[in-house]
Nanobody, 121 residues
Framework: QVQLVESGGGLVQSGGSLRLSCAASGSIFSINNMGWYRQAPGKQRELVAAITSGGSTNYADFVKGRFTISRDNAKNTVYLQMNNLKPEDTAVYYC???????????????WGQGTQVTVSS
């Protein structure tokens, strides 16, 4: 019904930048909150940043001042600009969306397949 496809991950040196993108496609009626989570080896998945359909944002303390989340509602796409990356940011980053498909008109929680971000020291 709704698919999320991430792109933009890769290998970067400490202090570098990356921009992640996540495009939602399929039979979409509406998308509410969108966000980015990450999961490092041996750790639980954690929230990185989230954004409402109106543009209000929420960040984890460990990325405040370094990462910026934004979205293009016309393109059903959410972005994560990551600056001043640190080795501890190394993880698989997952896109998340609370979306309503055309049928049924109910809210579901969708996940992307994940994209690897590796920061070398």
């Amino acid at each position: 019904q709704v698919q999320l496809v991430e792109s933009g991950g890769g290998l970067v040196q400490s202090g570098g930048s990356l921009r992640l993108s996540c495009a939602a496609s399929g039979s979409i009626f509406s998308i509410n909150n969108m966000g980015w989570y990450r999961q490092a080896p041996g750790k639980q998945r954690e929230l990185v940043a989230a954004i409402t359909s109106g543009g209000s944002t929420n960040y984890a303390d460990f990325v405040k001042g370094r990462f910026t989340i934004s979205r293009d509602n016309a393109k059903n796409t959410v972005y994560l600009q990551m600056n001043n990356l640190k080795p501890e940011d190394t993880a698989v980053y997952y896109c998340n969306a609370e979306a309503v498909p055309q049928r049924p008109r109910l809210t579901f929680n969708y996940w992307g397949q994940g994209t690897q971000v590796t920061v070398s020291s």
